[in-house]
């Protein structure tokens, strides 16, 4: 593990002497059963780990740690969080023991000037890091950091503040963004959870409306989503699985090609649809 700043520095020069850039991610995560279950989702994961470089860490901001202010996981083991209920054992069994990086923490709490970022030695590795990490680095030897959501601020600030973290990718770090674009569980129609693509009309326009947003570049109109009308209401009925796609469109390059994968939705108001930038 690197222990300290000169360290790390001198592990990631090389990557920005070549003028090297990590992609940039977004991946719904659905269901934490998708974290044990070799399905369509995980699998594109797992094809995804092998498409991009190998990262020198990985920082996710997962849709489920809300806080007060912005943290960052400052430990060198970060714990496996199991944030969730009624789920079979081998669900909680699962322990993701990647280590953490205090010195990476650190620094990415250095570059962010719009906010006072404090190192967090309690939280770990919530389900929207580790079902999704898991499978794109299965040995667990890769860093992996989370980066918290201020839920007291609005969505530009979430954007801007992502914009700070750009030179991360030049050191070789993988961001991720992990939520889901559409995620209404209070519509979710159970029954239909095994029904390939389904999706209720509003669910589908609005995942469309969001990936044309995304496509051209409009991110104004994703910042101010409530402006497209009642299906985006719908669709996102709280903040924390949307606020992550802000996190990975602030850090979109100029240069960056956009691609989209795992585009289904499942259970009528949730979609898998993810956005790898770069």
């Known amino acids: 593990m ?92 699962v322990q993701y023991n990647a280590p953490g990086n205090p010195v990476l923490a650190l620094e990415t709490a250095s570059l962010i000037h719009s906010a006072h970022v404090e190192p967090d030695h309690d939280w770990g590795l ?57 995620h209404n569980l209070g519509m979710i129609a159970w029954d239909k959870m095994d029904a390939p693509e389904y999706g209720y009309d509003w669910a589908l326009q609005v995942n469309e409306k969001f990936k044309q947003a995304i496509t051209e570049g409009n991110h104004d109109s994703l910042i101010h989503y409530e402006s497209m009308g009642r299906e985006a209401k719908l669709a996102i009925p709280t903040p924390e699985h949307y606020l992550p796609l802000l996190y990975t469109a602030g850090l979109k390059g100029t240069n960056d090609s956009t691609s989209f994968f795992n585009d289904k939705a499942v259970g009528g108001s949730l979609t898998m649809t993810s956005v790898k930038f770069g």
């Open 126 to 182: 919530d389900h929207g890091t580790w079902t999704v990490v898991r499978h794109m680095y299965p040995e667990a030897n890769i860093p992996v950091l989370q980066l918290s959501i201020d839920y007291t601020k609005a969505p530009q600030y979430h954007y801007d503040l992502a914009k700070e973290l750009h030179s991360l990718r030049k050191k070789g770090v993988l961001i991720i963004g992990s939520g889901n674009m559409v």
């Open 2 to 93: 690197i222990k300290d700043l000169t360290t790390f520095n001198k592990f990631t020069d090389d990557l920005k002497e070549q003028g090297h850039l990590m992609p940039v991610l977004f991946i719904g995560h659905g269901s934490p059963m998708n974290g044990i279950e070799d399905n369509e989702f995980s699998t594109r994961w797992k094809k995804m780990a092998r498409e991009i470089p190998v990262p020198s860490a990985v920082l996710v901001i997962s849709a489920h740690w809300f806080s007060k202010g912005t943290r960052i996981t400052a430990m060198d083991f970060p714990k496996t969080i199991h944030d969730f209920g009624g789920f079979p054992k081998a669900l909680f069994d």
